[in-house]
């Protein structure tokens, strides 16, 4: 007799899904078309992996849809994050640079008096 555990069958081998049959996975979950358990049967994979599956395709659409902007198109999140860190450098430059030139025109100012 083979030692597989209280009352568990043989554990099954793991079985890597690709992309699309993960996507596929999560829209009959998503729409109700199955169950977590009706899907992982049909998938051959575990539960667990269903429910991973599904977690991370919701974090991903989450991202995803927090990172889109009206008229930037297919930007990722992190080209957005760059897009805004850029054009606060841009701003703080500006500003340094006036302050710099109200500076020396106050000095040179003082100087000429």
Known sequence: MSSTGAGQGPRKSKRH???SEKYELWVSVLTGQATQGEAATKYKVDRSTVVTVCRTAKQGALDALAASRPGRR???????RLEELEAEVERLRSTVTEQA???HLHEGKA???
């Open 74 to 80: 297919g930007m990722s999140l992190e080209q957005v």
């Open 101 to 103: 030139v109200a500076l």
């Open 17 to 19: 899904l690709p992309p």
């Open 111 to 113: 100087r000429w008096d």
